[in-house]
């Protein structure tokens, strides 16, 4: 009987030894994990500032396309601007160049009644002279 004591004492003695290095090695184990954790949530970190550093240039290239945009728009509202302007100084100059055409048009008329008012009165005058030729002096 002396010996199963002694067997049990050693098998005790035996997993009293063997629970430190079993807790090492879980505790190594653990580690480990812990360190695979961190590397794995630093990586992730990286992707995610990757992805909001790729976000924020995809923003500032939105931001100056609109930019742009609203330079286009204006510029295009400035020339439709301009082309109105243009548009109805045309048509003022086309009114003037009318009116002054008009205003030809009378004054050649009022002068060709001038004319035939003059050349009335020669003929009168001639007719009552009783010549052909007229005399001024």
């Known amino acids: 009987m002396n010996e199963r004591p002694d067997n049990d004492v050693l098998r005790e003695r035996a997993k009293a030894r063997m629970a430190p290095e079993a807790a090492r090695r879980e505790a190594e184990q653990f580690r480990r994990l812990a360190e695979e954790a961190r590397e794995a949530r630093d990586r992730h970190r990286e992707a995610l500032e990757t992805v909001r550093q790729e976000h924020e ?7 100056s396309a609109r930019n742009a945009s609203e330079e286009a728009r204006l510029a295009a509202e400035t020339a439709r601007s301009a082309t109105e302007e243009a548009r109805v100084a045309t048509e003022e100059a086309r009114h003037a160049v009318i009116n002054a055409v008009r205003a030809t ?6 002068s060709l009644e001038q004319m035939r008012v003059v050349e009335d009165m020669r003929r009168a005058l001639r007719e009552i002279k009783g010549g052909d030729r007229l005399d001024f002096n």
């Open 57 to 63: 240039r995809l923003r500032e290239a939105a931001e």
């Open 105 to 110: 048009a009378d004054a050649v008329n009022t």
